[in-house]
């Protein structure tokens, strides 16, 4: 079964200051990743998606994700955090087949002045 | 485009009554939706998948006599709780996708907070 590894339950940065959110996966096959972003009592806004092709992923907001096989990995970046980027992260993944997205736990992000 | 609005967007309801809730893609054909059950602060996990025109797929340990899906048309799903019970106070969150596109991109309606008095 496909499962999706969130680390970091919390983090706090500074505005201004760059950011990395990571995202571990498991699946034997290749899987679509995506990374979303949920607002308080709101739904999920797609910031990125990866299918194939090139590794390193542009999305919304500017934000960035680079998949990595050989880790497992699909980290979310940007290299300049606003106020605005408080909210929860989540990773999922699903693949070729298989129509269902599995979620990460999250990753809330708080922003200091 | 490719708009999922959800109705209500919020409910409070007396404990054994039922409520329902609408997901409906604005702009394209979902032929496929899915519902979501959100506890707060905590992950979406899936309750089911419904195709247009044919029964939900429920998850494992998701009552379906309890949450009825209805998939009836390409742009309209509802979401029933039957008989509901403080426990089932949560966020639902619907999404949608267009297989006929090729698409395999979830859109996601903006949530219905339930509660159950």
């Known amino acids: 079964a496909q499962s999706v590894t969130q680390p970091d339950i919390h983090i706090t940065v500074s505005e201004g200051a760059s950011l990395e959110l990571r995202c571990n996966y498991s699946y034997g096959a290749t899987p679509y990743l995506f990374w979303y972003v949920q607002s308080p009592g709101q739904g999920l806004q797609l910031l990125l998606k990866y299918f194939s092709g090139d590794t390193l992923v542009q999305g919304i907001k500017g934000f960035e994700a680079e998949f990595k096989r050989s880790q497992s990995s699909f980290n979310l970046r940007k290299p300049s955090v606003h106020w605005s980027d408080a909210a929860e992260y989540f990773c999922a993944v699903s693949n070729f087949g298989n129509e269902k997205l599995t979620f990460g736990t999250g990753t809330r992000l708080t922003i200091i002045p | 485009g490719a708009v999922v609005s959800q109705h209500p967007s919020w409910v409070i309801c007396k404990s054994g009554t039922s409520v329902k809730i609408e997901c409906r893609s604005l702009d394209f054909q979902a032929t496929t939706m899915f519902w979501y059950r959100q506890f707060p602060k905590q992950s979406l996990m899936l309750m089911a998948t419904?195709?247009?025109?044919?029964?939900?797929?429920?998850e494992q340990g998701v009552e379906k006599d309890k949450f009825l899906i209805n998939h009836a048309s390409l742009t309209l799903s509802t979401l029933t709780v039957t008989s509901a019970h403080p426990e089932d106070s949560s966020f639902y969150i619907c999404?949608?996708?267009?297989?006929?596109?090729?698409?395999?991109?979830?859109?996601f309606g903006p949530g219905t907070r339930l509660t159950v008095l």
């Open positions: 419904s195709n247009e025109g044919s029964k939900a797929t429920y």
């Open positions: 999404s949608a996708r267009d297989l006929v596109s090729g698409g395999y991109e979830q859109f």
